[in-house]
């Protein structure tokens, strides 16, 4: 009788799901979170999360926004849609840590407002929409009441407030590291950074034809990179690459990251240098580091401490972000022509044979190990001066740099390949990197998106069940013969061993991770059903308990 109770209340609570809370799950799933997560958060099946998902359009449509009672009549799909894209916008800002101000969101709703209306048919444009788009007060405060985005600092506050966190942070920065003994091989940094891995200098033939090519896609050669090294410069990281639909760096990716990647090669590093095993890992406070992460640390990694910058302070204090990340992005167009090169040297595809047809992701991420391979020591150290002076030797920066400069390198190159190419065609291809996303590039990411949510819909509730026991571990078998001849025959040893790790990083785990929970179910199994008759539920609680701490 009690089950049956149980049964009706949650049959209740489902019917009486309100507008507000739908909406608030599809903001939520279209901000990244997972349909498990989201069903276990509101109680809901993931069936009726779906549910909701497949009417997003029309829930988000006709309801009227929380806490409003009246839509404007000057109110047109035009705004709508404007809206939408700007929180994509917004999202991918506050995914990336950056600082969000009233002013700065103001002015990306006008820019993606006006471009609209430029993609808008004349005689579909009414009266309305012909005025001007103020971005006002009025509208914004509305907009953070629809839309739900916090953390938006008011006008004329980031750049005072941002630069004395910095500077006090550096002096309590400076106690910690004296307190807990660390010295410059112990102390790392990471940050992500967004990579058109297919990408060339705007002005060169190349670029030009894409661009005019049915359905140019510039957001689909988009992936995000996390770089990461120690303040001496000689410990680099196996970057984390992402590139989904969002090419987000989730807190899954990262947390997976840090235990198979940077927690046993920094204690290797550490182990063969014969230095303490402790270490410290110095982040911003992007969403997929959160403040807990040390949580879903390894107990055996568990010597890695996890320290945050102030908010907003990334852009002053972060070292990779202090010429590290432009220095490598330099370096991959360097390595990109130079690929280009020879390839048309050497066989008999043209440039724009092999550009269309042969430039795919593998050469892509040789080309990638190459950059971050020709990161130099300084460049590393040099980067930990504003955070941390006393780590860098003041003749680093007496040094003058040798040779060709990295930008003429890759002019050379271009010009022997007959590409329109100078200077600053390679800087501003750099500076692209971290430009403003256009309403182009929003219009294709929420399109990504939104293909995402209905492939998740459809195959996210079935995708484990329908995978055997049995064949996931003959696969794993298959691909452990598979990298052990590629291991033994390949020539290229380096490249090669960065691809199969990366497959095995970002394909395999999921499988192995499937594994682990049907054999933890089945112990739980056999622990229950080996039940003696009568043993109290006090005890056999107290036995989950230590069979969990096992």
């Not at 929409?129 to 953390?151: T, Y």
């Not at 410069?233 to 987000?248: E, F, M, Q, R, T």
């Not at 595809?349 to 080309?367: G, P, Y």
């Not at 680093?396 to 200077?423: F, H, N, Q, W």
Request: charged share 30%; proline share 4%; glycine share 4%.
């Amino acid at each position: 009788m009690e089950r049956k109770k149980v049964c009706k209340k949650s049959s209740a609570k489902k019917k009486m799901m309100s507008i507000e809370l739908k909406r608030e799950i599809i903001e939520k799933h279209e901000q990244g979170v997972r349909l498990v997560d989201l069903s276990r958060q509101y109680g809901r099946s993931t069936s009726m999360i779906c549910s909701v998902l497949k009417r997003k359009e029309s829930i988000k449509s006709v309801t009227p926004a929380k806490d409003l009672t009246i839509i404007s009549k000057l109110r047109t799909t035009l705004h709508e849609n404007m809206e939408k894209l700007l929180m994509v916008w917004v999202t991918e800002k506050q995914l990336q840590g950056d600082t969000l101000t009233q002013t700065i969101i103001c002015e990306k709703a006008r820019a993606i407002y006006g471009d609209l209306l430029k993609q808008t048919p004349q005689t579909s444009i009414d009266k309305a929409s012909e005025e001007s788009f103020k971005a006002s007060r009025g509208w914004f405060e509305n907009f953070k009441k629809r839309s739900g985005i916090h953390s938006v600092v008011r006008h004329g506050e980031a750049a005072s407030s941002d630069m004395k966190a910095a500077e006090d942070y550096i002096k309590t920065f400076s106690d910690l590291i004296k307190a807990q003994g660390y010295i410059s091989q112990q102390v790392f940094n990471c940050d992500e950074t967004g990579l058109f891995w297919k990408k060339m200098p705007n002005r060169t033939y190349i670029t030009a034809e894409e661009k005019m090519m049915p359905g140019h896609k510039p957001m689909k050669d988009r992936l995000t990179l996390a770089l990461c090294a120690n303040a001496s410069g000689d410990c680099k990281i196996k970057p984390l690459l992402v590139s989904n639909p969002k090419a987000w760096v989730t807190r899954k990716f990262f947390a997976e990251w840090v235990n198979l990647v940077f927690g046993p090669t920094v204690k290797k590093y550490l182990q063969e240098n014969n230095l303490p095993v402790q270490a410290l890992l110095i982040l911003d406070n992007a969403p997929a580091h959160p403040p807990n992460l040390e949580d879903d640390i390894l107990e055996e990694l568990k010597f890695i401490k996890v320290l945050y910058l102030p908010p907003n302070t990334t852009p002053i204090l972060q070292p990779m972000d202090q010429q590290v990340i432009s220095n490598f992005k330099k370096l991959y167009t360097k390595h990109l022509f130079r690929r280009c090169f020879e390839v048309t040297e050497s066989t008999n595809l043209t440039l724009r044979e092999f550009w269309k047809d042969h430039f795919n992701i593998a050469i892509c991420l040789q080309i990638i190990d190459q950059a971050w391979l020709g990161v130099t020591t300084k460049t590393l150290t040099s980067a930990w001066k504003k955070l941390w002076p006393e780590a860098v030797a003041e003749r680093i920066y007496e040094e003058l740099e040798p040779g060709v400069s990295v930008e003429e390198e890759i002019v050379s190159l271009g010009k022997s390949m007959g590409l329109e190419v100078e200077e600053r065609d390679v800087n501003e291809l750099i500076e692209e990197y971290t430009q403003e996303l256009t309403t182009e590039e929003i219009q294709e990411l929420q399109s990504q998106q939104h293909t995402e949510v209905m492939q998740e819909i459809g195959f996210e509730e079935s995708e484990e069940e329908v995978i055997s026991t049995s064949e996931i571990k003959e696969i794993l078998r298959m691909w452990e013969s598979v990298s052990q001849f590629v291991e033994k025959k390949h020539p290229e040893k380096v490249a090669t061993g960065r691809a199969s790790d990366l497959f095995n990083d970002t394909c395999l785990t999921h499988f192995r991770n499937i594994l682990r929970g049907r054999k933890k179910q089945t112990s739980l199994d056999m622990f229950f059903s080996k039940r003696p008759t009568g043993e109290s539920e006090k005890n056999l609680a107290k036995k989950a308990k230590t069979s969990e701490d096992i």
